[in-house]
């Protein structure tokens, strides 16, 4: 089979590699600030998994700060403005059209893709998104993590899996792209579960337009970190990880792009597993394996 990689899909629409620059939108999560919940996600670290984002600060300061991370990995001209941490649609919507516009009115920002959870996208804050992606591509990244309302529970997800299927049919019927994350090895779940979330994304419709999908990683300060120091449990091998990425790539619509097949932890706040830390490596077993696919 062939399989859509967003590195691939971008250098054919833009001539030249896109690499993420990320950013900081300022916004904080409604399952930390007591909103809908308390702690967030367990296995959410305390920079709301966007450690690698730039330093709070005026936008285009922070677009200067990230484009010099990634200077030494490409001479490219555009980019994509990638709002990750916390909840990227969690605020003021005159606030946050302002941040975005600015944001794409650079010409290096060819997309902005932004972060968000399916319980914080009013109708007002999809039509914003909506005129944005009129002037240029807006990618909206929703966290689902498991389609398994079980799963979510014990992760302290804190929204059923309908809030996910009413917000993604808003964003579609707005005509914006919609990628999916989803992670793998969550406490108790088997491989089943895990293959069964990659079938509910297959079959939704419209067609999801891109996942990343995610190996659990376990990083200190977490709660997720503190369930695991108390009673660890068994965690996912290289080539488990490899094999079950070959299983679930099959499932998806030729259609969906891929747009991540691992993750970055930063390697001093990972505790397991520790292989990940070891990217070059993941990447060319990952390439192995799919290539057998």
Known sequence: MKIRMISDVLKEQYGEKIYRLALSSGCTCPNRDGTVGTGGCTFCSEGGSGEFAAKTAPVLEQIEQAKKLVQAKTRGSRYIAYFQSYTNTYGDVNRLRALYEETLSRDDIAILSIGTRPDCLSDEMISMLAELNRIKPVWVELGLQTGNDETA????????????????????????????????????????????????LADLTPVVDGVKLQLLQILRGTKLAEDFEKNPWPVMTLSEYARLMQKAVRLLPDETVIHRLTGDGPKKLLIEPQWCADKKRVLNTLRAYLNEA
Do not use: Q, W
Not at 172 to 189: D, N, Q, R, T
């Open 153 to 200: 529970a014990r992760i302290n997800r804190c929204y059923p899996r309908a809030t996910f299927e009413d917000a993604y049919g808003r964003l579609k019927k707005a005509g914006l792209s919609v990628i999916v994350h989803l992670i793998f090895g969550l406490p108790g779940e088997t491989e089943e579960d895990m293959l069964a979330s990659v079938r509910y």
